[in-house]
């Protein structure tokens, strides 16, 4: 369902929580093309400063733009600009919770600015801000 930018708040949220799988891990690397062993080779990654494999941080930050294309505002959102700060690995088996605030609204562009952040058993693995452009009832 679209929130139209006339609808939004301050400080409305929305989120969207997924488990990070071996097939999710795989089907990345299909799609990006990005096959670093630290995210497929189990034995390469036990010798990095993680231990032991990783998700790719963009599948993790994939799941802010299921929010703001789905959830807040939804559908017919424009994605204009993102920024983040990668905090900490997340695993397979990780249940990744991204979610995004309103934290401020420009009427004149229909612009929305956003806090997103992702995060695992409550630690922040990504934070960030987005700038979106939401639809309009004008």
């Known amino acids: 369902m679209t929130c139209y930018f006339e609808d939004l708040s301050i400080g409305q949220s929305a989120e ?3 488990t990070i799988t071996e097939a999710d891990v795989l089907l ?4 990006s093309g990005d096959d670093n062993p630290v995210h497929i080779n189990a034995e390469y990654a036990e010798t ?3 231990k032991g494999r990783i998700a790719h941080g963009m599948l993790s930050a994939g799941f802010i733009s299921t929010v703001l294309g789905t959830r807040l505002p939804g559908p017919g959102t424009i994605y204009l600009g993102q920024n983040l700060k990668f905090k900490a690995p997340v695993r397979i088996g990780d249940t990744v919770t991204a979610k995004v605030t309103v934290t401020a609204l420009d009427p ?3 612009r929305v600015t ?3 952040v992702c995060t ?3 630690n922040v693995v990504i934070d960030g801000e987005a700038v979106v452009m939401a639809p309009s009832k004008g």
């Open 16 to 18: 969207y929580a997924k």
């Open 28 to 31: 990345f690397v299909a799609v």
């Open 48 to 50: 990095t400063m993680f």
């Open 108 to 110: 004149a562009k229909k």
């Open 114 to 116: 956003l806090s997103t």
């Open 120 to 122: 695992v058993k409550g």
